[in-house]
């Protein structure tokens, strides 16, 4: 048990509409971070927040976007959605080492 | 071009025996190195790390060598038992990055 909660488990989405997804992290861990994991691969960062403030960035296109509120709460938008955005997302918080993150079990999302 | 690369897809090792999962990475820049372990329908869960200045570190049954001339790393599991059945994956913090950069994953499986 991680502490970190993401809903929805599994979502399905059609080319080109945009989704929301959420995380609940754990009190005090006011550093969360966002991934993607394509089927086969290993997780791959998109972003990461900090004190509700963007301040680090993977190799994604602005159409990934997120936010974070003050309840240790976060969230991940993608607009546009294209058939490669299939994937498991995973949302990960921490509080102070930057190498123990702690992630919640995933959102998959399919793109039809 | 992957900067984490873990060679072997899957490792079969018999229980009560010694599970060697091996990782390469091409960035000398990297500050650490962890390995995280994931079992399916959850996420990744820290296992263990050791800092560029190191060469070795231990944790229980889990020791993580680190070879910095032959940018290679290595988890080793010793005995292994059933539990640690799972998709071990090798990822770094550092070099430019903003989050973790993890490998593809090797799924171990312990036979009885």
């Known amino acids: 048990e991680t502490g970190v909660t993401q809903s929805p488990t599994h979502l399905i989405k059609t080319r080109g509409q945009q989704v929301t997804l959420r995380c609940s992290s754990q009190?005090?861990?006011?550093?969360v971070s966002w991934y993607q994991q394509a089927l086969g691969q290993g997780p791959q960062f998109i972003f990461q927040?900090?004190?509700?403030?963007?301040?680090g960035r993977g190799n994604f296109p602005p159409r990934f976007s997120g936010l974070q509120f003050p309840n240790y709460s976060s969230e991940l938008n993608v607009n546009a959605l294209e058939l490669d955005d299939s994937a498991l997302y995973l949302c990960?918080?921490?509080?102070?080492?930057?190498?123990?993150?702690?992630f919640g079990s995933g959102t998959q999302l399919s793109v039809l | 071009d992957q900067q984490v690369k873990q060679n072997s897809p899957s490792l079969s090792v018999q229980e009560g025996r010694i599970s060697i999962l091996n990782c390469d990475y091409t960035?000398?820049?990297?500050?650490?190195f962890l390995w995280y372990k994931k079992y399916p329908a959850e996420g990744p869960t820290f296992l263990i790390s050791?800092?560029?200045?190191?060469d070795k570190n231990e944790d229980g049954r889990f020791t993580v060598f680190l070879n910095k001339s032959a940018k290679h790393l290595s988890l080793h599991i010793v005995p292994s038992q059933p539990g640690d059945s799972a998709v071990y994956f090798c990822?770094?913090?550092?070099?430019?990055?903003?989050?973790?950069?993890f490998g593809k994953g090797t799924h171990l499986i312990i036979q009885p």
């Open positions: 009190s005090g861990h006011n550093t």
């Open positions: 990822a770094t913090l550092g070099g430019g990055a903003d989050g973790l950069t």
């Open positions: 050791i800092s560029s200045i190191k």
């Open positions: 990960a918080s921490r509080k102070g080492t930057r190498e123990k993150l702690f």
């Open positions: 927040y900090y004190r509700e403030e963007e301040n």
């Open positions: 960035n000398s820049m990297f500050d650490y």
